[in-house]
């Protein structure tokens, strides 16, 4: 069946037909429907008193129908009490807001109408209605209308909250790091937002949206929680050709990671290295956050470094932090260093026993990407600075010291992303010596050189890998990297280059990555060349 509605004059009728109707039905009710949606669209558009004058069939096929659109009003005037809405809500939907109206055009009476009643929810109204009553002719193309909002009920408030799943999930989580407490007043939306952030944690999930259930005198909040395998184990195995003696040379690390395994979002970190150049780390750390179920956490590092018969270095820290949010944290503490020389003749003039303490400041911003296995953590800055002093025979100097460690992943699209990470640091010092300079280069600085064969007063490199992600559990990527590094004690200024490619593939028993890269320097009379191939493996447990 044929539909064709015209209006009362030619203007009408280009109203009409503007609003593109369907002309085609299967029967009278298809079409019955069709021009009650077009009588509301009219309405929508201010024309709130357009009557349909009559539906005739002029044959088999085909019905005509004519509609009086009448007055199109085009503003509405509407009255609104204080107490029960706020002018800063109207200001963002209204140029012409006054003590006790505002103006708005009529076509936007519904869209607003709904904002305003979610605005009116989210003080823990959620049963609240909203309607204009009244409705009146201002002049012959404006209305004025009364705002009524109703409530059946008194102000909603979070009464009890119940987690399923992870029953163990740690409170001070939820009061600090979510933010979700018991009296806050209830606006679902909020939640949602909040238990979203529940991503950016390594050891706990949201597999189900919050439920609530209102009772008479009552609301109780439902979060539905799994716990996830967050213990990780890390180790990789170095090697390359010494182009010296042309022998091969060995390297590698392991890394223990323990998180929340007593339910307090604690973590503990255990750290052995040893490289080719005959220098051992040991280090531990430990991350207590929410001390007595206050916002403020605790974080305690030990790390013991040896380089053959020459020196042995021990740095301890305490940090006070405050997790300002999901992804933002700031911190403050002491750092205390203290080194030896091993050597029972001192032939090295630079190498000398001092002992350094810094106050500390840092920031940390860390975003997470909990969906893609691969790649968990999209974005991370660390920064912090040190203000401290060095004791040496007697003698103090001031030193300052600066580290940013920042990175990110650009998505390009769903398979193809490219990494990039700027790392650098700066110790500021009148003099130094070669047993307290950064120590940098290997798998996780600049590839292609060996594990911390590189000492400097200053330096800053850049990582970069273009991603081709396979399927969800095998990428290949390239490498380029390129450092600029100062040594002051030799006066040193290099420019250092690594490139290569690798790959990762997800297992059931972890994330297996080899890396080849060949690492070159700009000057060559100081070369440093080298040529490494690293295979790591991270599984969770």
Request: charged share 25%; glycine share 4%; no cysteine.
């Amino acid at each position: 069946m044929q539909l064709k509605i015209e209006g009362k004059t030619e203007y009408e009728t280009k109203a009409i037909d503007s609003l593109t109707y369907l002309n085609t039905h299967q029967d009278y009710n298809s079409v019955k429907y069709e021009l009650d949606s077009i009588q509301k669209k009219l309405y929508k558009k201010g024309y709130i008193e357009n009557e349909l004058m009559f539906l005739q069939k002029t044959n088999d096929s085909t019905f005509n129908a004519k509609l009086h659109l009448k007055k199109k009003f085009n503003m509405i005037y509407i009255y609104f009490k204080k107490e029960e809405i706020e002018s800063s809500v109207l200001n963002k939907i209204s140029e012409h807001v006054y003590n006790d109206y505002f103006e708005l055009e009529f076509s936007q009476v519904e869209s607003v109408l709904k904002y305003i009643n979610s605005k009116v929810s989210e003080k823990g109204l959620p049963f609240s209605k909203l309607h204009l009553s009244n409705i009146r002719i201002k002049n012959n193309l404006d209305l004025e209308a009364d705002l009524v909002i109703e409530s059946s009920q008194p102000k909603r408030l979070i009464d009890n909250i119940v987690i399923k799943g992870y029953e163990e999930f740690p409170k001070s989580y939820l009061k600090h790091y979510l933010k979700i407490k018991p009296k806050q007043v209830f606006d679902l939306k909020k939640i949602e937002n909040k238990t979203a952030q529940l991503n950016n944690l390594t050891f706990a999930n949201e597999i189900k949206s919050p439920e609530v259930l209102f009772s008479k005198d009552s609301t109780t909040l439902y979060l539905y929680l799994e716990k996830t395998k967050n213990n990780a184990f890390d180790g990789f195995l170095g090697f390359g050709t010494n182009e010296d003696t042309n022998k091969l040379e060995f390297d590698g690390y392991l890394n223990l990671s323990l998180k929340n395994n007593l339910n307090f979002g604690e973590s503990l970190r255990l750290l052995y290295k040893s490289d080719e150049n005959a220098q051992k780390t040991f280090e531990v750390d430990a991350s207590m956050p929410y001390l007595f179920k206050s916002p403020i956490g605790i974080d305690l590092l030990l790390r013991i470094f040896k380089r053959d018969s020459s020196f042995t270095t021990t740095n301890q820290s305490a940090k006070i932090h405050y997790q300002v949010n999901a992804k933002h944290k700031v911190y403050a503490g002491i750092a205390s260093t203290e080194s030896n020389n091993l050597l029972t003749q001192n032939i090295n003039l630079s190498i000398s026993d001092y002992k350094t303490q810094y106050f500390t400041i840092g920031y940390q911003f860390l975003r997470a990407s909990s969906y893609n296995l691969l790649f968990p953590i999209k974005s991370k800055l660390n920064f912090e600075a040190g203000i401290g002093n060095r004791k040496n025979s007697g003698e103090i100097q001031k030193q300052n010291q600066f580290t940013i460690d920042a990175f990110n992943i650009f998505k390009l699209n769903q398979k193809n992303s490219v990494y990039l990470r700027v790392n650098a640091s700066d110790l500021i010092s009148k003099t130094y010596f070669e047993n307290e300079l950064l120590r940098f280069g290997g798998i996780n600085s600049i590839r292609g050189f060996e594990e911390n064969s590189l000492f400097s007063s200053l330096y800053g490199l850049i990582n970069t890998e273009y991603r081709f992600q396979l399927n969800n559990s095998i990428y290949i990527h390239s490498i380029i990297d390129a450092a600029y590094f100062e040594n002051k004690i030799t006066d040193t200024r290099e420019k250092l280059f690594g490139f290569g490619f690798g790959f990762g593939i997800l297992t059931k028993a972890g994330l297996f990555r080899f890396n080849y890269a060949n690492g070159k320097n700009e000057n060559t009379q100081f070369k440093v060349s080298n040529s490494k191939i690293h295979l790591s493996l991270t599984t969770n447990f």
